[in-house]
RNA sequence: GGGGGUGUACUCAAGCAGUCAACGAGGGCAGACUGUAAAUCUGCUGGCCGAACGGCCUACGUAGGUGCAAAUCCUACCGCCCCCA
């Protein structure tokens, strides 16, 4: 099972520094989990994902689910077998789902909302793509058409199969900017399905996560903060939107935080631009997933110490010096932007995996520098 | 030498009298992306003025012509391609 063991508490913040030990392997917390959706971190190999620094990657359900389908993992003797991952895993539960092909695809809009919007989805409004009923959702498969339903059982069940040591409760994760009537009856389906969630069978090895929702509510995130903390999870998951600027953010985090047993982990799902990492550390989450570095990655743009660049533009063809000449990443001791630059500008896909791996080497390397600084009370 | 075809913006390529500064694609430029339907998506891409509607100028091989109006029709010339001798 799960041990978490909380190694320092800072006194000049909520961040603490910890050791999260899990039936395959034992993860340094704050860590920053790398998303491996389809079992694969794009473009890089697990001992390469490793190699970058990473301690624990997340894998999801629902795209595991549609393909290859969840008996394929199972048989293949789970999903650290499957993808040659011998470390720390986590399965989100598809309550993402619900919001990207749902509400955020109807919308057009992320989970963070720039602009002040005022409240734009309402009480028993529903997406075009999918159907969100008190039972769980029906997907319509991209793939090929065919109906999906999810539910927490449907979820709990799947994640079992495929076997990840963490594993979040199904949840409906909110669009942003929904009315606070929207959210309340939101939240009650998601604190129903964290029950059922709790009663479904799972491994000996796997531990479970429930999931705080609430939007930018302060009395939704209260309540369900405190609900969620009252039943007996593993850890925690913190999830939906946080209101539109980055103090507004830290504001709701630390109203969740506040709420939650000091004892078990807490991690903030889909969260980690690179500014956002050290505040949401010091609101005292522990681990959190983003997209952001490898994504961006595949677009072009590279993390350093002094910005981005992004590798796109023809200035970087003439320029010989290192993506980060700080860095100490095999991608910057070996070659150049100009380099890079031309891999990118000529489709070659060779970019996308030096820039996934500088990437998540620089963000791991970022992260392992604030584990640093809690250690020797600098945050 | 005879016959046929073709020449369009950075490139490829549509258009074959007015709705054409010219479809589309590539390239270029700019922007977006936070629990990944994302090696993706969006916008701009002749010049000048304008926030915008728009206006003016220059442009469809070159030079003339017809016509209210030409990338589109006619004449000559130049270049390229194919077939026959």
Redesign the pocket.
């Known amino acids: 099972m799960l041990e978490f063991k909380v190694l320092k508490q800072s006194e000049k913040s909520k961040a603490r520094l910890g050791l999260l030990k899990t039936a395959n392997g034992i993860v340094e917390t704050p860590t920053l989990v ?5 079992a694969v ?3 890089l190999t697990s001992e390469e994902a490793a190699a970058a620094g990473s301690q624990m990657l ?1 894998c ?1 359900t ?2 595991l689910r549609l393909k290859p389908g969840e008996k394929f993992v199972k048989s293949a003797g789970g999903l650290h077998k499957f993808m040659n991952w011998p470390r720390p895993l986590m399965t ?2 598809g ?3 619900v ?3 749902g509400f ?2 109807d919308l057009g809009v ?3 909302i ?1 602009e002040k919007t005022g409240e734009i989805v309402r009480l028993g409004q529903q997406p075009k ?1 999918l159907k969100i009923t008190d039972e769980g959702v029906h997907f319509t498969s ?2 090929d058409g065919s109906r999906l339903f999810l539910g927490p059982e449907e979820s709990m069940k799947i994640q079992q199969a495929l076997g990840a040591d963490i594993i ?1 409760a199904f ?4 669009p942003p900017a929904a009315e606070h009537a929207y959210i309340k009856k939101s939240l009650e389906r998601t604190h129903r399905w964290a029950k059922v969630c709790l009663k479904a069978k799972r491994n000996k090895h796997q531990a479970l996560f429930g ?1 705080v ?1 609430g939007g930018r509510y302060k009395d939704l995130r209260q309540e369900s903060a405190r609900f969620i903390n009252s039943q007996p999870f593993d850890g925690f ?1 913190i ?2 939107e946080f209101g539109e600027d ?1 103090k507004s953010m830290m504001q709701m985090l630390g109203w969740v935080t506040e709420e939650l047993d000091p004892k078990k982990p807490r991690h903030l ?5 690179l500014e ?1 990492i050290p505040k949401i550390i010091k609101q005292g989450i522990d681990t959190f ?4 570095p ?3 990655a ?4 590279a993390f350093i110490s002094s910005g981005t660049l ?1 590798l ?3 200035v970087f063809l003439k320029d010989k010096k290192p993506l980060d000449p700080k860095c100490s990443c095999a991608v910057c001791a070996n070659y150049s932007r100009s380099y890079i630059s031309h891999l990118f ?1 000529a ?1 070659e ?1 060779t970019a ?1 995996k030096l820039l996934t791996f500088h990437n998540l080497f620089f963000f791991n390397q970022y992260v392992s520098k604030i584990r640093e600084d809690i250690r020797n009370n600098k945050v």
Do not use: M, W
């Open positions: 790398p998303v491996a959706t389809q971190v794009k473009t997340i999801n629902f795209h989100d539960s309550g993402f789902q919001f990207s092909l955020g695809k992320g989970k963070i720039k793509l991209f793939l979040f949840d409906e994760c909110p999931i929702q998951g999830g939906g980055k799902l889909g969260v980690g631009y956002d997933d983003c997209i952001v490898t994504h961006y595949r677009h072009g743009i992004d796109l533009k023809s500008r489709k896909i996308l």
